[in-house]
């Protein structure tokens, strides 16, 4: 066998940057209130018909009793913790929330669209939120809408704040 040098420096000097935690999956209330919440901006986006495919949901979290630095863009905007383009899971242009196309081609309803849209924010959430036991007293900040740039203001948005419990 062969020794391949590019192999032998990537496992010496390959160091795993994985956090340590331990991840805590969100109570039921915590989930229904995130559905909720979700179902409500996402709704709204649809009745101002709002939604293009460059809209996305951002969110930010609050951990109470733990500080963690912030980023802004180069145009001194506050970074989101995370993001989910609302597009890939829902059709634009229209008044009424229906399946986004990949979701009717496999023959899913409207229910699998939101059960897969909240698995991966429940996800998402339950990562920044992995250093607590509870989720008692943390904040999740949600805004739905579309930026001028990615990194841009806000042309429209609407946004919920809930602290979950």
Do not use: C
Not at 50 to 55: A, D, E, G, I, V
Not at 142 to 164: H, M, S, T
């Amino acid at each position: 066998m062969v020794s391949n040098p590019l192999n032998n420096l990537l496992q010496n000097d390959m160091r795993d940057h994985t956090p340590d935690f331990k991840m805590n999956e969100l109570s039921l209330e915590n989930k229904a209130l995130i559905r909720q919440t979700v179902q409500q901006l996402i709704e709204k986006l649809f009745a101002d018909g709002k939604l293009t495919p460059h809209t996305h949901l951002e969110f930010w979290i609050e951990v109470p009793g733990i500080q963690r630095p912030r980023g802004t863009f180069r145009t001194g905007f506050l970074m989101p913790d995370s993001f989910i383009y609302i597009s890939d899971y829902f059709q634009s242009g229209d008044l009424t929330v229906k399946p986004g196309q990949a979701y009717i081609n496999d023959g899913l309803t409207l229910d699998n669209v939101w059960d897969d849209l909240l698995d991966e924010l429940y996800y998402q959430v339950e990562i920044f939120t992995s250093q607590v036991v509870s989720g008692k007293g943390v904040t999740l900040e949600l805004w739905a809408g579309n930026r001028q740039r990615p990194e841009g203001e806000w042309i429209y948005a609407v946004d919920r704040k809930v602290e979950l419990g």
